[in-house]
């Protein structure tokens, strides 16, 4: 490539996060050209560490966050909607405990959460007692709350709003970071645009564009004072969060919201069929948002949340698994991290009447698609004739032709002999109907190549490479098919053999 602007997009994204994967859709839709780069793989950070709820957030009302409450509710139909195989309805059980918030402020509370924001599909709040012989909780806790959000996949939401902005026209590179931008004067035109400089493992290169995006979640603030080296609009204050993963707590598929008696709250979320994920915590943090892990104080607590509510007494040796991931919210000199603003910010700069930079603070998973209309209408000055809003009534990759994800499983079962319902469920969750696109010439398990473990065969692994941009195992195992929980150090390792070989093979497919 060379500096003739034969590659010059509309808008650079930069990072692949829920956040510039949904930008990039967006514009995508309206038009505009659209290149999307991320330093490693999408949603390899934030947005595969959150507690994967699409929720309004019960406790943000307390915080009077009523703009982002009322948003946040709404989207929830609008999402479950557009993606209603990543997505389902989760009711959540309160349990009440007098001497923390009295009954009559959650009731209060529950009231405007019913009725801040349109909901059309999820059922509303109700007040339940819990039998003594077969309630998870202890015997002091005997009645409380219920009330509705949903569940996501946060990582396949990140990945099919990737392909739905490829699928819209946009080029969309992983591993590939921005080193650095700066504007530049175009020969033809006396209006600036970005020189982007681009790493990958290949070498250096760079693309051209006239308005930058800055998406780059907790490196926000990094990426305009070190690669741009411009002054940030914004602090930002980077609260970390972290969960665990134990076997099933309790049976049943309704999550619990904790109370804690320092005012916060923690989520026990039925995850994978298997298991239990206990989250969030929060805490400032100070280092490499590349290096975040769970701290022995954060594992403590959420360990001492759960066993002071539910019967089955938790140690640390019952913990499967952890992860955590780091906030970047805007910063409003709030003392207490949980009380810091979960709103979004978008700052807008073009000094000069140059080429602007657009940089996003904060947001939520849930409030990703109303951030990028908000992102778009920022920009519509920048590209009068760009088109209107379209994401709110347009489907996920998957969703198309999708009447229930159990329908989609028996269809599996009867075109793939072999099949267990287990599987013919996970991938129908996972794909939607796009595992026809791998599926459809194959009669028999056995045509379905290596088993790689865990019914994780070459013919999954290999569209994941071809459509969906996993690299490495971490990439399939983490973030495409959650099934890291199961594989062991071995099977993983075959895994990444597995996959060095069709990198390879693609490579000499591509140079033949
Ligand atoms: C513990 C926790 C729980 C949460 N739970 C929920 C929840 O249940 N529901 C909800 O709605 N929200 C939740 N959130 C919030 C939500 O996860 C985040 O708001 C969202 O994921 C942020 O997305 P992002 O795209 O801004 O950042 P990220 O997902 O971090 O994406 C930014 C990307 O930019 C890339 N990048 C950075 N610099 C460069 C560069 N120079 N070149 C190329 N790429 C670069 C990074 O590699 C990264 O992948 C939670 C957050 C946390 C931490």
Redesign the pocket.
């Known amino acids: 490539m060379n500096d003739n602007y034969e590659y010059l997009y509309d808008i650079a994204v930069?990072?692949?996060?829920?956040?510039?994967?949904?930008i990039a859709a967006d514009a995508a839709g309206r038009g505009l050209s659209v290149f999307l780069?991320?330093?490693?793989?999408?949603?390899?950070?934030?947005?595969?560490?959150?507690?994967?709820?699409?929720?309004g957030?019960l406790r943000y009302l307390e915080h009077k966050e009523f703009r982002l409450v009322r948003e946040?509710l709404a989207e929830r139909e609008v999402l479950l909607k557009k993606a209603p195989h990543i997505i389902r309805p989760l009711r959540f059980i309160m349990p009440h405990q007098p001497h923390l918030r009295p009954a009559w402020l959650i009731r209060t509370g529950l009231f405007f959460y019913d009725h801040l924001g349109k909901r059309e599909t999820l059922a509303g709040s109700n007040s339940v007692q819990f039998p003594l012989a077969n309630s998870p909780l202890k015997a002091e806790m005997t009645r409380g709350f219920e009330y509705s959000d949903c569940a996501?996949d946060?990582a396949r939401l990140?990945v099919l709003n990737a392909m739905q902005a490829q699928e819209k026209g946009a080029k969309i590179v992983t591993q590939?970071?921005?080193?650095g931008a700066h504007r530049v004067f175009q020969d033809t035109e006396d209006q600036s645009c970005w020189r982007v400089e681009?790493e990958n493992e290949q070498g250096a290169y760079q693309i051209y564009a006239k308005v930058l995006v800055n998406?780059?979640?907790?490196?926000?603030a990094?990426?305009i004072q070190q690669?741009l080296q411009l002054k940030a609009p914004y602090g930002v204050r980077l609260?970390?969060?972290?969960?665990i993963i134990v076997p099933k707590l309790y049976d049943g598929d309704k999550a619990f919201i904790m109370q804690n008696d320092d005012q916060r709250i923690v989520f026990a979320i039925p995850y994978l069929d298997l298991y239990t994920l206990i989250?969030?915590?929060d805490q400032e943090f100070h280092g490499d948002?590349d290096q975040v892990d769970i701290t022995e104080l954060e594992m403590a607590y959420l360990l001492d949340v759960s066993n002071d509510h539910f019967k089955t007494q938790l140690t640390a040796q019952d913990v499967i698994s952890t992860y955590?991931?780091?906030?970047?919210l805007c910063d409003d000199e709030s003392d207490n991290p949980s009380a810091v603003t979960?709103d979004?910010t978008l700052a807008l700069t073009d000094e000069q009447e140059s080429a602007p930079l657009l940089s996003?603070f904060?947001?939520?998973?849930?409030?990703?698609r109303k951030l990028a209309e908000s992102a778009m209408a920022q920009l519509k000055a920048f590209f009068p004739a760009m088109q209107k809003p379209w994401t709110d009534k347009a489907l996920l990759p998957g969703a198309e032709n999708l009447t229930t994800v159990e329908e989609l499983a028996e269809q599996i079962q009867e075109k793939v002999s072999g099949i267990d319902q287990p599987l013919a469920l996970r991938w129908a969750h996972a794909y939607g109907t796009r595992v026809w696109l791998w599926l459809q010439q194959v009669s028999s398990i056995h045509e379905l190549g290596q088993h790689l473990g865990h019914d994780l065969y070459a013919q999954e692994v290999d569209y994941l490479v071809e459509r969906e941009w996993a690299v490495n195992a971490e990439d399939i195992l983490r973030r495409r098919t959650k099934l890291y929980l199961q594989f062991t150090e071995d099977e993983k390792a075959e895994l990444e053999n597995y996959l060095i070989a069709l990198h390879q093979r693609r490579a000499q497919g591509d140079a033949a």
Do not use: M
């Open positions: 930069i990072g692949g996060g829920i956040n510039g994967a949904g780069c991320e330093k490693d793989d999408l949603a390899s950070h934030t947005s595969s560490a959150s507690s994967k709820l699409i929720h957030g946040a996501v946060d990140v590939t970071r921005c080193v681009l998406a780059a979640g907790p490196w926000v990094q990426f690669d609260i970390q969060g972290s969960h989250g969030t915590t948002p955590s991931g780091v906030r970047p979960r979004y996003v904060g947001g939520k998973l849930t409030t990703y």
